[in-house]
């Protein structure tokens, strides 16, 4: 697992659909996270059907690792993402510079001795489950929002958007 800096690996347990981590993968490059690991073999037998359409398995390492918490750097926090009871909800919850994000199988939930090595739990509040791939968005966004590091400027929009789209908003001051 290679840190940098303000560096970010999300870490996935068992993951089941390939779909889920190819959109997990899309996030990740969004969000300019450095790294995604994985756990188990459901993932891999499932890869033909992976969802990764900007092809940053190209640009971010995705790799299998026996366990998550393998080769993690001593200044990395380990944050737990998940519905459990005591967790922080994401909204009160301040990021830390280097972080090792790990989140639970779509059909089940992290280990309780994963839970218990975290340096901290927290969950999205919402009413039911989201799928694992949109929790991963929810969290890197809630992260980038609450950062002083990104940009906000029409650059960013334009390097950002689809080929299609060469839509501006027009300036109130011309109507």
Known sequence: MKMSENSVTIGLSDPKS??????VMRAAGCYQVDNVIYTGTR????VKLNTDTKKMRTLIPLSQQQHLL???PD????VCV???EGAIPLPNFSHPEKALYLFGPEDGTLNQKIINQADAVVYVPTIGCMNLAATVNVLLYDRLSKSSQFVTDNELIKKSRDNNNRV????PANK
């Open 43 to 46: 993932y891999d037998r499932a």
């Open 168 to 171: 501006k908003v027009k300036n």
């Open 70 to 72: 393998d080769n993690k």
């Open 82 to 84: 998940d519905l459990v």
């Open 75 to 78: 200044d990395v926090k380990v």
């Open 18 to 23: 390939a779909t889920n981590v190819g959109a």
